[in-house]
Every structure is written in C-alpha cells, then in structure tokens.
C-alpha cells in the first residue's frame, strides 16, 4: 500500500488517529492494515478508487490508512481497534464511530458509505 491517492492520508501515531476522529465532522473512513497480508493488499485498488472522486469527497469525507502495527497502543484505549481481522475498515463521524467491516469485503464497505452518507450513491455493488 506504498502509493497513496491524493485523499488518502497515512495515521503513523496515536496522535494522528486521536486528532483524526476528534477533529472532523465529515466521515472518516480508515483501512487498518498489515503490509504482508495479501488481502490487504488488494483492497487498495478500492480505495484508491473512492479516493479519485475528489469532488465528492471535498466536503463529506476524509480517507485513511493506518498500519495494523499502530494499533497496539490504542487498542486498550479504542475497543473497536482489537484485533478481531487483519483487514478492518472503521468509520467515524463527529468523533463517534458510526460502522466497521472486517475483511476485505468492498460491497459491505460501499455500503456502510452509504449508511452514512446517504447521497452517495456506488457505481456497482
């Protein structure tokens, strides 16, 4: 997962996720991932896919990514961050998370998007 579209940003601390769920209203959306575990891997085609429409996300989204190798130091404190997949996507809004899909299951992520963003509308499910 080396290359990052232009939304996609990388959380590389504690602090970095903190200020990620806390400070934002729009929907936070992050890929937990281990670098080695293949299905991660291909999930990142997806992601790169939802982070190129640019326009939709200005004002209603944000796109993370964060290394499963981040999460021992929060998991004690955010229960959501223990591991229960070596592919977990989270989604926060107004600091609360608001949906979670484990594995590497990009309909039941395109889903949650819309459950949380009722004008988004996928392309195929």
Do not use: H
């Amino acid at each position: 997962m080396a290359s990052k579209g232009k939304l996609i940003k990388e959380i590389n601390s504690k602090e970095d996720f903190e200020t990620a769920i806390t400070s934002d209203t729009k929907l936070l959306i992050v890929d937990c991932f281990d670098e080695w575990y293949g299905p991660c891997s291909q999930m990142e085609p997806t992601f790169k896919t939802l982070a190129s429409n640019t326009d939709f996300w200005d004002n209603r989204g944000q796109l993370m990514q964060m290394e499963l190798k981040v999460v021992p130091e929060l998991e004690e404190k955010y229960s959501e961050l223990k591991p229960k997949s070596k592919a977990l996507f989270l989604f926060y809004k107004g600091g609360k998370i608001v949906g979670e899909v484990f594995g590497c299951d990009a309909p039941e992520i395109l889903r949650a998007i819309a459950d949380n963003l009722p004008e988004w509308k996928p392309e195929e499910e």
